[in-house]
């Protein structure tokens, strides 16, 4: 495997060097650093957030008192973990599926319910690049519920710069 910081000074290049385009060089570069580890068929996840806890208590000579914590407290967990290569601020993984290759692109210190901190980068058999599409969510509430469940889906956005 190539050294992590290559790939991910790659990546960077990749995802904001512009706006439109990408270099099929870099695009290359990467699929051809990441190592093939097996791809989960199905990736689940679940991510959340929920106010600080508090704790109640008594204390001799003042009695009855509660402390609170107003900081939220946030948990994730992916059950493809083990598939992700980590390089700088990214998490990347191999994919291949039905004659394609892809690279998934997730930004690590994001917050897992933002729009647009995951990249997937479409490649042919042989290794040339197609499309870089990007991450949005869709959301719903279950019912009257705290509850979001989010599907993450992808829609175009960047294509090979021709030379």
């Not at 609170?68 to 291949?96: C, H, P, V």
Request: net charge neutral.
């Amino acid at each position: 495997m190539a050294d992590r910081f290559v790939i991910a000074a790659t990546v960077d290049r990749l995802i904001y060097d512009s706006e439109t385009t990408f270099h099929p060089d870099d695009a290359r570069v990467l699929l051809d650093a990441l190592p093939r580890k097996p791809s989960p068929w199905i990736q689940l996840g679940i991510a959340g957030k929920f106010s600080g806890g508090s704790t109640k208590g008594f204390a001799a000579g003042v009695g009855d008192v509660s402390i609170k914590d107003d900081k939220e407290r946030q948990f994730q967990y992916n059950s493809s973990e083990d598939a992700y290569t980590r390089a700088g601020q990214w998490k990347l993984m191999w994919i291949g599926k039905r004659g394609r290759q892809y690279v998934e692109i997730e930004q690590v210190m994001a917050d897992a319910t933002d729009d647009g901190r995951g990249a997937l980068i479409c490649y042919e058999a042989d290794g040339t690049p197609i499309r870089m599409d990007i991450r949005f969510n869709r959301s719903f509430r279950l019912f009257w519920s705290p509850v979001v469940v989010m599907f993450p889906g992808w829609k175009p956005w960047k294509t090979p710069e021709s030379r």
